[in-house]
């Protein structure tokens, strides 16, 4: 348009500026369309499309691989021969099937006249029947007869022709196969070689086509805006586990993790070389892998790891650092900070086990050797006995942690309870009561409250503490019973209680190990050595300088006399055996029980009355002031009434009552925080108090400015850094807060390492709201009977006398071949006291080589082999009980065995009761009661005797406490159960005692569950069989039920399908199957374990009839073989019926063959009969009935076998046999 | 020195076990020997108390006069001769008997007390009583064995690691005996009077290992081996070389 002239602009110029704007606008608009495209995970796709790409390649260049095409390419040029061949030699099988379809041409019309024959000739015989049925034979029918005949005739040619011209084209069907057959079998032949490559082909194809017409879809479909919903290869991916849920805005939605966008192959195994995003999860055989307990589909990542799931970048997901140096990495390379809208950020690396405890509450001792950190903050929770304060609703301990106060001056003094609860670490240092007073939030140089409400003299913190201090030990002292204890009744005798103390067991449990490690690196005992077992119960040293003997005489009689929840079993030991121990511990020949660290002394805490009437004014605070005035000269006149009053507000407030019952406050509230769901309170919810800005100040940002404010806010955005913070300065909240003395934080300082704090830490974040009922793992009877058991065990600490589990050696042979085998390593030669230690290997070996280098005086002498025995079964080494030799010395690793440790100590005390002597330098302090002083001990039948001379095999498997590998074989779950509860005598030699624990609940029969359970191998099977019996379903029913009722389908409904012809139920439906079909038929499987052992069949008529209808005499007759004269003599170590053995040395002895019946199981009893020394190496009891050869003939004719199994037999029936003979 | 050399006659030494006295006349070969006495220096000890067995136990032990009780640990006759302490050489390699080295079983104590075993010989573990007994073997290195052996039966076994090898019967808690396995070529076991003789050696010199199962282990000074000559030579052993308790070596 022209200008007008008649505007103020110029229109043509307008148009120019229009122009250039809609164009710009285009551009930006096509930019942000295609930066908007262009996402940041699609970065990621590409680089991982390369990685593909480049891996494809690899593996098709892999010499396998390669091989593969070769093979491909020799069978293809064959088939192109044959094809070739066919085609120029006349083409036989091109003729062959052109002449096919002739024939079948040919065969279909006489198929077609031979159909048309039938019918004229069945409408011609109609015809004439009805001809004759109407008129008659006359003339007419007779020519009808004939066209009949005729039609007939016709019929059968053309019936002929036909089945002639059908075995004609079978004929050259025939010959069409047997010409193809040749070249189907290469094409089979080439499809197997390359099935392995033909995947890895397809993948590249697809990646990375050849065809350009593909490549250029591919460009289309993932790279033009607006044309990628075309099946692109880049997509967003996700997983949607079915069953879990996001708490969100009070809404459950349902959780959808888009982590594999960007972390592809997470659960692909193999991608170990690559960066982040592009690795395998470390552990796909636990994780995310098809086979894994927690496959991706139904578990996905977040539940696990938190984080933002639909977030699709870095910043959004709010990925976590797991240190600073990471941080800053990841700073500088994404921008990265704490994502502020989101409250649940991922956990870092070093807190990640906190995901487990959600699903995993009923499981945590199962999953132990899997997330050890978080099971071992559980641990330390239960330890530390911080249930106690802050309540966890589904915590399985329930007892006070920490000994009653009712009776508390019973056993000590005021002034010891006094200076004991000021610092106990002063006194024990590794005990695990922790520190109430005197801590930062009453510190000594502030000011805690100003007397009379502000009128009177500033008071400080250690006066403020120290009032307090005197007030809970006066408050103690009046709710504590002081009727005397009956004086001990017997006379003790020191040197015996010596003996008593370090085998009875009380060392299994205790130590008395000196307070500093430099001390302690100095002995050379056991029981001065921290071992973990032995630091379950508290550090006896200085003992004496704290209780009386009179408790401690009543408590070892009787520890739940005093103490109902106590861990502390009964040993029940003889009255004297007592009055040995505490005259020992009170004399103290050892210096023991005297020994105090440095600075410790029991004393008064001293305090100030004015001090004392300001706490009662600020704890008394709803009183009128008049009427407190009046207290303080009326009632509370004395201090000592003002200082109970107090003390009890103290108790109070400071939650003693919690670890610690008290006469009057059974009941009193805990003072601690609930934690059941702790790990889902957002940060918001915390008060971190000035610790962010005094840590931002400490590390030198300037108040105010933008570092200080974004280091404030990191450290206040995740909630594992409240609780590190909690646990190691509990009342570090309050620091820089003005407070009232009787508000400040309460939380004791329990002194926690690192570790320790992380292993809580890990512990306390894992504990969240339940999102996850439908997912959680509900543990089978059997699981559940483990995760009980173990937990008991632990607590009663059973690993401390038995050895669980065999230790591992490792080592490389002669071939270079490495092996890890289940052992023992072997003495080191005949002048080793005792065999090396699995524990500290090294320290041992290096010590034989030297005292070697000084014998054969060669400063270069290395042993040539070593020696081990196999604990288990190795299928190249051999059976158990083995011995086998390693050449390669220096390659050997060993691991301790699981449990066991206090049965060092008792080898320790039989082979070589000697302890160091500094005044002559030699070990020849006798450390046993032996009158003389010569080392003997003193033997169940009252000798005196020197051990040291035994086997240490001899004396392991006769004084020492049983292993219970594989414990669960041997006994029967009742009797065991039975023996928790009430220990019988099975082995009178051993000094060790069996305790008599205090089992609370179930607890012995979970033990007892635990070990039957444990070496339970085939509980499916026993599941399904139970499911039959009980439900009155047979298989064929149990798998229609199940293909039914859980709507199965595919290969698994084939499979389950499979059961009717004969596979094995629990195989075939699998376990979760199972236990689904039975759950929904009310079908629980009682008892918790296998019930097939406590079934004896050697005592049904059926299976005696066998030996009796052979032998009437059968009872006498085994009587004769095991008892009589010139058999394996079994009664000259073992008692029968009450009989003792014949030996009259202890150490000969063996447990009642009568205890056999109720006690052991019939196969593991034949496998013991058949050569005991592959069950327990090492034992006593000799193979009587040895295999290779046949004894006893005279006395019972029969193979060794059946003389096992009658003798078998006989030891299930002995009740029968008794009576009979 | 000595003035006679005179094998003892009991069932104590080693080898063969010759059931007569024989004067052994110098050989007149190729080889050498080494003869003499182990001898106890020093106080000696109180006799071991005789051991406590009781009637019940033993039954089918077949003995003339009851169950010997002597506590053969440390025997040392009245002229300070000390038993059972084995020498050995590795003069040459080791030379594997054919026959089996009997250990037996009678009268409920092991006869005899030690055995010196070459590598890869077999040993033959009789039961000269009526009663079972059993054969427990302590072996570390060679294979452990723990059989029962009926009344007038034996068991064998081969040894394939030298080692010293404590054998006991766990039926008869007393008894206890060694067997010593060597890759030594040439050994002996000193008598009942302490005498040995270690023949068969290559002329050379030679330090003489010995162990004695109370007593522990050492080696001699160096002694020379003449051709158809005997060295002589006196062991003493006294309460100091006894083996020493554990706690200090920690193994």
Same mark, same amino acid.
């Given at each position: ?1221 | ?72 640990? %440390?025997?040392?006759?009245?002229? *300070? @001769? ?7 050489? /590795? $003069?040459?390699? +080791?030379? &594997? ?47 452990? %064995?723990?059989?029962?052996?009926? *009344? @007038? ?7 394939? /690691? $030298?080692?010293? +090898?404590? &054998? ?84």
């Amino acid at each position: 348009m022209a200008d007008r002239g008649d505007t103020h602009y110029s229109v043509p110029s307008l148009n120019r500026w229009f122009a250039i704007s809609s164009l710009a606008l285009l551009i930006a608009a096509l930019w942000m369309v295609l930066h908007d495209f262009d996402r940041p995970w699609k970065v990621y796709q590409r680089e991982y499309q390369e990685i593909e790409v480049q891996r494809a390649k690899a593996a098709l260049s892999t010499p396998e691989a390669q091989e593969a095409i070769a093979e491909e390419q020799r069978l293809a040029s064959e088939i192109e021969e044959i094809k070739r061949s066919q085609a120029q030699g006349g083409g036989d099988l091109a003729s062959a099937e052109e002449e096919l379809i002739l024939l079948e041409d040919e065969k279909a019309k006489a198929d077609a006249r031979a159909r048309v024959a039938k019918q004229e000739a069945g409408w011609q015989r109609f015809l004439t029947d009805e001809h004759r049925v109407k008129h008659g034979e006359d003339a007419e029918y007779q020519e009808m007869l004939e066209e009949l005949v005729e039609r007939e005739r016709v019929m059968m040619e053309t019936a002929n022709a036909l089945k002639e011209i059908t075995a004609k084209v079978e004929a050259k069907k025939a010959e069409i196969e047997r010409l193809n057959a040749d070249l189907e079998e290469l094409e089979t032949r080439m499809k197997l070689a390359t099935k392995n490559i033909a995947l890895v082909r397809k993948k590249l194809e697809e990646l990375d086509p050849t065809d350009p017409v593909r490549r250029l879809a591919n460009l289309v479909r993932d790279d033009i805006p607006g044309l990628d919903f075309v099946g692109p290869t880049l997509k967003v991916r996700m997983a949607l586990p079915p069953k879990l849920t996001f708490e969100l805005n009070f809404t459950k939605k349902p959780r959808i993790d888009m982590c594999q966008t960007c972390h592809m192959p997470i659960d692909k195994e193999g991608y170990t070389e690559y960066e982040q995003p592009f690795v395998s999860h470390p552990r796909q055989d636990l994780y995310l892998g098809s086979k894994s307990p927690h496959p991706i589909g139904e578990f996905g990542c977040t539940i696990c790891h938190r984080g933002a799931g639909e977030a699709l970048t870095f910043q959004r997901v709010d990925h976590r650092a797991d240190d600073e140096e990471q941080a800053e990495e990841w700073r500088e390379k994404y921008g990265w900070h704490k994502q502020h809208y989101w409250d649940y950020p991922m956990l870092p690396a070093r807190f990640v086990e906190a995901g487990c405890v959600q699903c995993h509450k009923d499981s945590l001792e199962v999953i132990e050797p899997d997330a050890p950190k978080v099971v071992e903050g559980y641990k330390l929770f239960e330890r530390y006995g911080c249930y106690a304060c802050h309540k966890v609703d589904w915590f399985p301990t329930k007892r006070r942690p920490g000994p009653p106060l009712k009776k508390v001056l019973e056993k000590t003094t005021p002034e010891f309870i006094a200076s004991w609860v000021t610092n106990p670490k002063a006194f024990r240092p590794t005990t695990w009561m922790p520190q109430i007073f005197h801590l930062e939030n009453y510190s000594a140089d502030t000011e805690v409250a100003i007397s009379n409400y502000g009128t009177g003299r500033p008071m400080m913190g250690d006066e403020w503490s120290d009032a307090a201090l005197a007030s809970v030990t006066a408050f103690i002292q009046s709710r504590s019973a002081t009727d005397p204890l009956p004086e001990i009744p017997l006379e003790g005798d020191p040197l015996r209680g010596r003996e008593v103390f370090r085998l009875s067991g009380c060392l299994a449990c205790h130590n008395v190990a000196p307070f500093t490690d430099e001390e302690r690196a100095e002995v050379d005992d056991l029981a001065q050595e921290l071992g973990g077992t032995n630091e379950h119960g508290p550090n006896l040293r200085g003992i004496a300088t704290k209780v009386a003997p009179e408790w401690l005489y009543q408590w070892i009689k009787d520890p739940t006399a005093y103490w109902e929840g106590t861990r502390m079993p009964n040993l029940r030991l003889p009255d004297q055996d007592i009055a040995d121990i505490v005259a020992y511990v009170f004399d103290d020949p050892d210096g023991f029980f005297h020994d105090v660290p440095e600075g410790w002394e029991p004393r008064l805490t001293s305090y100030k009355r004015d001090v004392l009437e300001e706490q009662a004014r600020w704890f008394f605070n709803r009183m009128r002031p008049e009427d407190l005035e009046d207290k303080f000269q009326g009632p509370w006149k004395a201090d000592r009434d003002l200082l109970v009053a107090m003390g009890e507000r103290w108790v109070l407030q400071q939650g003693c009552f919690s670890c610690h019952e008290i006469e009057g406050l059974e009941d009193a509230n805990r003072i601690g925080t609930e934690l059941t769901t702790w790990g889902s309170k957002t940060v918001d919810k915390l008060d971190f108090g000035f610790i962010p800005e005094i840590f931002a100040k400490e590390a030198g940002f300037e108040p105010g400015s933008e570092e200080e404010y974004e280091a404030v806010h990191e450290f206040k955005a995740y909630r594992e850094n409240f609780l590190q913070q909690k646990l190691h300065a509990p009342r570090s909240f309050d620091r820089e807060k003005i407070k009232n003395p009787t508000e400040r934080l309460r939380m004791p300082w329990f002194d926690f390492t690192d570790e320790e704090v992380e292993a809580l830490t890990t512990f306390v974040t894992g504990l969240v709201e339940d999102e996850v009922e439908q997912a959680r793992m509900i543990p089978t009877e059997q699981q559940l009977a483990v995760d009980t058991g173990l937990r008991v065990i632990r607590q009663k600490n059973c690993i401390a006398c038995h050895v669980l589990e065999p230790g591992t050696i490792e080592f490389d042979d002669e071939d270079g071949v490495h092996h890890s085998v289940k052992g023992q390593m072997s003495f080191f030669d005949e002048d080793s006291v005792f065999p090396p230690s699995m524990e500290h290997f090294d320290r041992d070996l290096a010590n034989y080589i030297a005292d070697m280098r000084d014998y054969e005086e060669d400063p270069e002498w290395y042993p040539e082999e070593l020696y081990a025995q196999l604990l288990e079964t190795d299928v190249e080494l051999g059976e158990t009980g083995t011995t086998f030799a390693i050449s390669n010395v220096a390659s050997i690793r060993t691991t301790p065995p699981v449990g066991g440790r206090f049965v060092d100590l008792v080898m320790r005390y039989y082979v070589d009761p000697w302890a160091y002597n500094p005044e002559t330098d030699e070990y020849d302090i006798c450390l046993t009661g032996d009158p003389d002083g010569e080392g003997r001990i003193q033997d169940v039948d009252g000798e005196w005797r020197d051990f040291s001379e035994e086997p240490f095999d001899k004396l392991r498997w006769t004084y020492a406490p049983p292993v219970l590998i594989g414990e669960g074989e041997k006994l029967q779950r009742d009797w065991f159960f039975r023996f928790l509860n009430d220990p019988e005598v099975l082995r009178p030699q051993i000094r060790v005692r069996m305790p008599s624990f205090h089992w609370e609940d179930n607890e012995a029969g979970a033990v007892a569950d635990y070990f039957a359970a444990a070496a339970e191998k085939d509980w499916p099977r026993e599941y399904a069989r139970q499911l039959q019996i009980q439900l009155g379903l047979t298989p064929a029913e149990i798998a229609q039920g199940i293909i039914a009722e859980l709507g199965l389908s595919g290969s698994s409904a084939e499979q389950v399908a499979g059961i009717a012809e004969g596979l094995p139920v629990e195989t075939a439906a699998g376990l979760p199957n199972l236990l689904a079909f039975g759950e929904a038929h009310n079908f629980r499987f009682h008892p918790a374990v296998n019930p097939i052992y406590e079934r004896i069949p050697q005592r049904t008529p059926a299976w005696l009839k066998r030996y009796f209808d052979e032998r009437p005499d059968f009872y006498k007759d085994v009587h004769n073989l095991v008892a009589g004269p010139g058999g394996p003599t079994c009664v000259q170590c073992h008692g029968l019926a009450g009989r003792p053995p014949t030996n009259a040395t202890p150490i000969g002895w063996a447990p009642d063959l009568t205890l056999v019946r109720e006690r052991l199981r019939p196969d593991w009893v034949r496998r013991w009969l058949t050569d005991p020394s592959k069950v327990y190496p090492g034992t006593t009891m000799p193979a009587n009935f040895d295999l290779g050869s046949e004894q006893w003939q005279d006395l019972y004719p029969a193979p060794s076998a059946e003389q096992i199994e009658a003798v078998t037999t006989w030891l299930f029936n002995l009740d029968r046999a008794l009576i009979e003979n | 020195m000595l003035s006679f050399i005179l094998v003892c006659a009991s069932g104590f030494s080693g080898l063969g076990a010759p059931s007569v006295p024989v004067a052994v006349e110098a050989p007149v070969a190729d080889t050498g020997s080494i003869s003499g006495k182990v001898v106890w220096e020093g106080d000696r000890p109180d006799p071991r108390p005789p051991l406590k067995i009781k009637d019940t136990e033993t039954k089918g032990c077949i003995h003339e006069g009851g169950v010997d009780t002597e506590d053969r640990t %440390l025997l040392i006759d009245a002229n *300070g @001769g000390v038993a059972n302490v084995v020498l050995t050489i /590795k $003069a040459t390699d +080791v030379k &594997v008997p054919e026959s089996p080295i009997e250990l037996d079983q009678k009268g409920c104590r092991f006869e005899p007390r030690v055995i010196v075993v070459p590598v890869g010989a077999t040993v033959r573990y009789a039961n000269s009583d009526e009663t079972n007994h059993n054969i427990h073997t302590f072996a570390k290195k060679n294979q452990p %064995l723990n059989k029962n052996v009926a *009344g @007038g039966t034996h068991l064998e076994q081969t040894f394939s /690691k $030298a080692e010293v +090898v404590e &054998v006991k019967c766990d039926v008869h808690t007393w008894m206890k005996s060694y067997v010593v396995v060597t890759d030594a070529s040439n050994f002996a076991v000193s008598a009942r009077d302490g005498s040995f003789k270690i023949e068969g050696l290559p002329p050379g010199e030679y330090k003489v290992e010995w162990w004695h199962e109370e007593l522990g282990k050492g080696k001699t000074e160096t002694i020379k081996v003449e051709a158809g000559k005997d060295s002589p030579m006196t062991l003493k052993v006294s309460a100091s070389s006894k083996k020493k308790k554990g706690g200090r070596r920690r193994r």
